[in-house]
């Protein structure tokens, strides 16, 4: 068995399905077992990573403080970043995109939005905002609330978040 054979044996079927196939037949899954047999996490491998390890001539990713990342997918292979609690890599690399986007919209720092959006990335993950369900959810919510796609497409809502920053300005 080598990697032409597992090309055969996948074909066109989505990777979804590759490791079921593969765990089926021990003449492959054994190939790509004894590929991954001296990764000490292989216990916690899932089949498709140790398939996407051997096809990929790989080893377990690792971010750049060398925990074990997450693997994504096989198409998408592994995460940059780790779950590892304590772990200074995620923040590292956010904090390069936020030093990038800066750069690229030639400010030098952000505004009380951008940094409360900085905030939620950080709870809930760079994707967060951008998730179609995400999108899906807020629009629905926004639909219902305000019978609008955003709170601002709605007259009254406008208007109420107007007199809001008025007073906030006479505040200041
Ligand atoms: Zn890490």
Redesign the pocket.
């Known amino acids: 068995m080598n990697r032409e054979d597992f090309k055969v044996l996948f074909g066109d079927k989505k990777p979804m399905a590759f490791g079921k196939m593969v765990k089926a037949r021990s003449e492959y899954f054994d190939v790509v077992k004894d590929y991954c047999k001296d990764f000490e996490n292989k216990d916690k491998m899932t089949v498709s990573e140790m398939i996407w390890l051997y096809m990929n001539e790989e080893s377990p990713g690792k971010?750049?403080?060398g925990?074990y990342?997450n693997f994504n997918s096989y198409d998408k292979g592994y995460r940059d970043?780790?779950i590892?609690k304590g772990?200074?890599?995620?923040k590292e690399i956010q904090g390069k995109i936020m030093k990038d986007k800066l750069a690229e919209l030639g400010k030098s720092s952000f505004s009380d939005i951008e940094i409360a959006n900085k905030a939620r990335i950080e709870k809930y993950g760079d994707n967060f905002a951008s998730h179609p369900d995400v999108i899906e959810k807020r629009r629905k919510t926004n639909q219902e609330r305000y019978g609008s796609n955003s709170p601002f497409g709605n007259k009254e809502v406008s208007a109420k978040a107007l007199e809001k920053r008025k007073n906030a300005k006479k505040k200041a």
Do not use: P
Request: charged fraction near 0%.
């Open positions: 971010c750049m403080f925990n990342t970043i780790c590892t772990c200074g890599c995620y």
